[in-house]
């Protein structure tokens, strides 16, 4: 028999996934607009976060994480078996490329960065561990999609808020599809100015032994230094350390 699953729990996470770095504050107006709680529900819900240290009101009716989230946040990084075994591999390919690198797992959200090694020069691209990559519009997502089926990467396309954050960006179903195949087969997928205009990325996936993908990793940086050298390098490094931590996971 299936465990029950703790339904206020669940709505009380569905809070705190609202905060982001672009809105680092909400209200119960916010919770009731995009959650569909009433006002009486949500108060409740937000008042209780604040009990346990979760969020902390330091202007009436305005919330923010508290000081608990960020310790747990640490915490989760500092004990992360993943990204432990997979920062030296990362860290090798950065210090060989002299650009950015970052693994991902994937979540109903998106791509999240699990573990990041940015390069060590003067014009770079940061990421921080726990930032979430749109599917759509990244590689790295765009090789979690490649791991599905047709079938099911039209259904989450069809369910995804397609942001368009450019002209770069592909919001077609059709043609992300389309891509989608394209990524699956190459087995590496390829991000020119898609999510933000200056910053490109080559990203491939990371199986376990029984060919399911687990982890992606990618390189990323300015656009302007993503010729086709580079990017041909990128991919060498990035298919020999997936080979790496595929050995290193069994």
């Avoid at 770095?21 to 009433?38: A, C, D, F, H, Y």
């Avoid at 202007?59 to 432990?84: D, F, I, K, W």
């Avoid at 100015?193 to 029984?210: L, M, Q, S, T």
Wanted: proline share 3%; net charge negative; with cysteine.
């Amino acid at each position: 028999m299936t465990t029950p699953l703790n339904e206020s729990l669940i709505k009380g996470f569905s809070i705190l996934k609202l905060f982001s770095k672009e809105r680092p504050e909400i209200s119960t107006s916010v919770v009731v607009q995009e959650l569909g709680m009433n006002t009486a529900t949500a108060h409740r819900f937000l008042v209780t976060l604040e009990e346990t240290g979760a969020l902390v009101s330091r202007q009436r009716g305005r919330y923010s994480l508290g000081l608990h989230m960020v310790a747990l946040g640490r915490t989760a990084e500092l004990t992360n078996p993943l990204a432990a075994i997979v920062q030296p591999v990362i860290e090798d390919i950065s210090t060989e490329l002299r650009e950015s690198v970052m693994a991902c797992r994937l979540n109903r959200d998106g791509a999240v960065c699990i573990a990041a090694a940015i390069a060590n020069r003067p014009i770079t691209v940061n990421i921080s561990v726990g930032e979430v990559l749109e599917l759509h519009s990244s590689a790295q997502g765009k090789v979690w999609l490649a791991s599905m089926s047709d079938e099911e990467v039209r259904a989450i396309l069809k369910e995804l808020p397609l942001k368009n954050f450019n002209s770069n960006t592909v919001t077609d179903i059709d043609a992300l599809c389309e891509e989608i195949r394209v990524v699956r087969s190459q087995g590496y997928a390829l991000n020119q100015g898609e999510r933000e205009e200056d910053i490109a990325a080559v990203a491939v996936p990371v199986k376990n032994k029984d060919g399911k993908t687990i982890l992606s990793f990618s390189v990323f940086g300015m656009v302007s230094r993503f010729d086709q050298e580079l990017i041909e390098r990128a991919k060498t490094q990035l298919f020999i350390a997936a080979s790496k931590a595929t050995l290193a996971l069994s």
